[in-house]
């Protein structure tokens, strides 16, 4: 296995844990808000939140960077808006999608190596 495959597989374990955190707070979430009655579910927040999930399982997927820093900015931000109420129960979500970034940018060639198209 080459250097670029290890970071890669490393990169890849980060964000499918970060995606499962979603999910699991989107259900907490969801539960909670109909729990309340009748409050409505912030759908917006939702789907940034289901956004962030995609970006992490693109990461696992195609161990890109853009995917991973895309998600490691709206789990973030879904955390920051979330803060008031349960948004710090993202906060493994976000670091582990920064983890899975700094593992998926050591995939990027190094500077004065060619790469075969």
């Known amino acids: 296995m080459s250097a670029a495959n290890t970071s890669g597989f490393r990169a ?11 999910v699991v707070f989107l259900g907490v979430y ?25 970006c992490s399982v693109a990461t696992a997927v195609t161990r890109s960077w853009v995917s991973a820093a895309v998600a490691s900015v709206l789990f973030a931000v879904c955390m920051i808006l979330g803060l008031a109420s349960i948004g710090i129960l993202l906060l493994p979500a976000t670091v582990l999608a920064i983890i899975a970034l700094s593992f998926s940018r050591t995939d990027r060639a190094k500077p004065g190596t060619t790469t075969s198209p």
């Open 30 to 54: 969801v539960w909670l808000v109909l729990k309340q009655g009748d409050v409505g579910v912030a759908w917006f927040y939702v789907v940034l939140v289901l956004a962030a999930i995609g």
């Open 12 to 22: 890849r374990r980060p964000s499918v844990v970060a995606a499962v955190f979603g």
